[in-house]
């Protein structure tokens, strides 16, 4: 079952623990999902090695074919990884409204039952959609109006950004060594540890 399927089962007495649990469920078969895309791009390489190997043009042949039913096995595995992360960021934002419940009881009524559900399928499934762009449509299409709790929710699913950025430097030849790729990117985590840490005091 997809998170829309489970929403509208839960729409009415929807709670924090049934969302916490839907969280716990998710990235599970996110983990699961990796695992496999991982097994397949090593099948992947290794079917091109022997093909490289082998001169026969029939074994060639059938090895292309598999190379290539690979390569679309991992495009499946992408997009639902694609998918998965963009579910577990609708979870985010709707524990961020379960728990400022008790604050504003009637907000989180008002804002589960304001959410256009065949948008949010839209941008759910939408590859060119990116995680950034989904999680600012995100507060868009539950029709968030109040600023501070948009603003949280449009930070949702960008955890990460600072290694993504490095990671970006190296596919962009900006940075050519990997241990200083990997020094970057972890003095990039311990500045935004630190910066939470002084907005928090």
């Not at 961020?96 to 589960?112: F, K, V």
């Not at 030849?173 to 907005?199: P, S, Y």
Request: glycine share 6%; net charge negative.
């Amino acid at each position: 079952m997809n998170i829309l399927g489970w929403f509208t089962g839960k729409k009415k007495d929807l709670s924090l623990s049934d969302v916490k649990r839907e969280e716990i469920r998710l990235g599970i078969r996110e983990k699961q999902t990796i695992a496999k895309l991982e097994r397949i791009e090593k099948e992947k390489e290794d079917i091109f090695a022997k093909g490289a190997k082998i001169k026969s043009p029939s074994r060639r042949r059938q090895l292309a074919r598999l190379f290539d039913m690979k390569g679309q096995g991992i495009k499946m595995l992408e997009h639902e990884l694609s998918v998965l992360s963009k579910e577990l960021t609708t979870l985010s934002a709707l524990k961020l409204a379960l728990e400022r419940r008790d604050m504003s009881r009637d907000g989180t009524s008002h804002l589960l039952n304001r959410v256009d559900e065949a948008e949010l399928m839209t941008v759910l499934e939408d590859d060119k959609i990116s995680q950034e762009m989904y999680a600012e449509k995100l507060g868009e299409v539950m029709g968030i109006m109040d600023e501070s709790m948009k603003a949280e929710v449009e930070s949702l699913g960008r955890e990460g950004d600072e290694v993504m950025n490095v990671w970006q430097k190296m596919d962009d030849g900006e940075i050519e060594d990997f241990n200083e790729g990997l020094k970057m990117a972890d003095k990039a985590v311990r500045t935004k540890e630190k910066k939470a840490e002084m907005e928090e005091e």
